[in-house]
């Protein structure tokens, strides 16, 4: 069956070090979208990706990077961890643009200490 | 810009009950697409319905229907008949069309979510 995995599940960290969170699908989808969960906030969007070689900037974006260099994988990159990015993040893909629900992975929670 | 408000931090229900969870929504797009996600506690996020703002009847599916008022700006989540297992968060989320400006295009913008509880 054709799904999304994200890794790692759970991860500790120290503020300033570099982390990078793997987000795979198999739907062959070219929507891909990174999002993070805080209590009382929702999801928010951090980054998203049209196509290979498209990212663009979402509503949370500092602190973190995308590159897209094939259509399966959005690797999301906190270059600087800070305490703030502390949360629980979600990768998501979607066929389409508009009527098409977004499949998400299981969540990566990141702890920045 | 688009926002989704959920004004109910918590609900509770007896168990077999008819429950409706809030969400009202702004927009300045001409077209756009309104999801429910429900999240248990093991943290996955599961699609539960879907309405398009064109479309004519609201949407069902199975015990989950989506009461849609376009002039009011809502669209409250129904669940009928409910179970323990439907204890989760709820969000609600919005996806706008490609007219006016096209920004808030093929992405997903959430509420911050209503927990529900059901009692037996």
């Known amino acids: 069956d054709a799904e999304i995995t994200q890794s790692p599940r759970h991860k500790i960290t120290e503020t300033g070090r570099q982390v990078t969170l793997a987000c795979h699908q198999t739907w062959n989808h070219n929507n891909m979208f990174w999002y993070r969960q805080d209590l009382g906030h929702g999801l928010r969007l951090i980054h998203y990706s049209y196509g290979v070689q498209d990212t663009n900037k979402g509503e949370v974006s500092d602190g973190y990077s995308v590159s897209r260099s094939n259509t399966e994988d959005l690797p999301l990159t906190l270059e600087s961890a800070a305490s703030s990015q502390t949360s629980v993040y979600f990768c998501?893909?979607?066929?389409?643009?508009?009527?098409?629900?977004?499949?998400f992975g299981e969540g990566s929670r990141l702890t920045v200490l | 810009a688009q926002k989704i408000t959920q004004t109910q931090p918590g609900m509770f229900v007896q168990e077999k009950e008819a429950v409706t969870l809030d969400c009202t929504y702004d927009t300045s797009d001409p077209s756009y697409g309104l999801f429910w996600y429900k999240q248990p506690s093991s943290g996955e996020m599961i699609f539960l319905i879907y309405?398009?703002?064109?479309?004519?009847q609201n949407a069902t599916e199975g015990r989950y229907s989506l009461n849609f008022q376009k002039a009011r700006k809502s669209a409250n989540l129904v669940i009928s008949a409910s179970q323990l297992g439907d204890s989760a968060m709820y969000f609600c989320a919005m996806r706008g069309g490609r007219g006016a400006g096209g920004t808030s295009y093929g992405k997903l913008t959430f509420g911050q979510g209503t927990i529900l509880t059901v009692h037996p």
């Open positions: 998501a893909s979607s066929q389409g643009l508009f009527a098409g629900e977004l499949f």
């Open positions: 309405q398009g703002s064109y479309d004519q």
